[in-house]
């Protein structure tokens, strides 16, 4: 494929990384605004996108950013936005409009410290809670957290293919850390790249339903392609057109979150690193969970019986593992910068008779291993 | 307090068929959504039929033709038409549109909003898709309040009007639309209101034959502005538009800002058509150039 980031080996900032694995996911649009710490994503699309064929637009702010991409996608292209801190709040009354439309797209979160300006320049992971519950309403979302540039660029593209598979609106949340962070890359051969395209309707015009609920995610008549339907955010019954009914609009919601739900073990991963014999858990993701697995390394050869649980998508959380692995351990310790949001879905699908502990950190840096060390030997008392 | 619709009730238009007001247009107007949910008294339905038959006569194929709104009575008209139609966000239309004529060109996309939607909540959309010289369209109908919600004021109300959040009068200048889109840089300007049936409909025409920004204002009645505001009966406001509306397509856009004092004229016409690259062509020239350097490595 001409114009693309070729397989073989690089070092290379996550941001940039998030930028060409969209290119190889097939994303030919962007719209943003400028936000520290996401502008190298932006900078780079639009040098790279018009290379691909693609279109850039820095757009007047994040509302229209995530808007315009909205209707990129529904006239059938892969489209992006990046952002960070308030922009991704500005973003939030479009996530609810995304699941409504069942409009494939992805933002990436390149999470900076808060609350409000905050820190621009540092990092926070306070976006977690906003991402799945920031828009008014019942909706799902998927969002991943790479804790490499490796994983930056990989879940780009997963982002983008689960998008697609689930009509729905995935987030890349990164952190200031992942997106500034030189790291190896490697690239494989695109014929190991799976790339998935939303299912296009097959029925003729008059047969096609744009809300079709005898589907779980129904085909999607993009614009032009002479459907002619209307798509509305307003709740709406099979054909799009508004509905105020009990049954319809309970069917829709229902729908809209089934999507997820019922495919929830297919689309969540995570990564356990000592947990076979663990007694204390620690949960952590992103750049903390670097700081965190230093301390696993470092305190297993001491000989405490601790390990990691590292969550890459924290929506849909692996709340099933996270349950079988809190029967086994006697103690839970989440580690996060920011001042207690996984923690409460750990509590909420841990096993309720252990001791589950969090330590709060929001300062703009990422806590040190030392730091992290610390209180693992006070909850040792050692 | 009675209001005017209670007045006027839908009896008097129940004799009215369907059928026969639409007649002709069956292939642009999802007929098995009627009736709307428009007033009696309100102008959105002639809105309604003159954007279906402008449509029809336009020439493009009407796959082709996407309507696209947001929020508020307005809001509700493109799912009328029979064309790929996206009821988005309020304040937010604009911003779809561009994504949506950027993905794909040869789209014939129509933003269709109120006063509310575009030039109040969603302003900064307007005067930026403007700047840039979209290849869009938007038709603004300005009724000069917030009908969906109840009748609260907008950036159009009138200053000293009567409405539900300005009981004891409305203490804000309004917008004019007309030199706001020159000013923000829109490439082709109108006004008319729905009385000037032909007028509008050669407008819409000409509004999907302009390659650029295209604003076309159409200054709606609405009952529950009327009722408040000097217009009691739901034909007053029309009375209004046809004893005082002057058409002068070389009006000076300052000068026509709207007070709806009865003693002053309503400027409307063709003000303003030139015809400058659009940024969906200039981005195609940058990816042709871009091209030209060759593949990165």
Redesign the interface.
Known sequence: M??LL?PGKYFMQGNIAIGEAALIAGC??Y?GYPITPSNEIAEWMSR?L??V?G?F?Q???E???I???????????K?MTATSGPGFSLMM??VG?ASM?EIPSVIVNVMRAGPSTGIPTLVGQGDIMQAKWGSHGDYEIIAYLPNSVQEAFDFTIKAFNTAERYRIMTMVLADQVIGHMMGKLIVPDYSEVELVEREKPTVSPDQYLVADSRYLIPPM?I????????????THDDRG??SVDREVSFRLVQRLVRKIRENERKIAEWEEYETDDADLLMVAYGCTSRSVKEVVKKLRREGFRVGLFRPKTAWPFPWWRLRELSERVNKILVVEINMGQMVHVVREYAARDIDIMHVPYAPGYMPDPGYIEGIVRKVYGA | MSSAVDRVRLKDFSSIALSTFYKGLEEAI?ID?MPHIFCPGCGLGIVLKGLAEAILKSGIP???H?G?SGIGCTGRL??YL????????HG?P???????????P??EVTVVGGDGDIVTIGG??F??AARRNHDINVIIVNNFIYGMTGGQYGATTPVGSYTTTSPHGHVEYPFNIPLLAYAAGATFIARWTPIHYAQMVDTFIQMFEHKGFAVVEIIAPCVLYGERNRFPSYTDMVKYFRDRCVIDNEADLPKIGISLDPKEPLVIGVFHKVRKKT?EEL?RE??ER??K?G???
Request: glycine letters at 10%.
């Open positions: 001409p114009g070729r030919r649009f719209a790279r018009p290379e064929g279109v637009i757009m007047e702010d509302i229209g950013s808007v315009a991409v909205l209707g990129a996608s529904a006239a059938g292209v489209a009354e479009s409009l439309m008549a614009a032009g392609a002479g459907y002619r339907v209307n798509y509305d955010s307003l057109y508004p | 999802r959504r009407i796959e082709k996407v696209v493109p799912g029979k064309i790929d139609a996206y009821h988005v966000t937010r604009i911003a779809f549109a561009v994504g949506l004529k950027l993905a794909n040869e789209l900064n959309h005067i930026h940024y981005y940058l990816i871009v091209s350097g593949a990165k490595e």
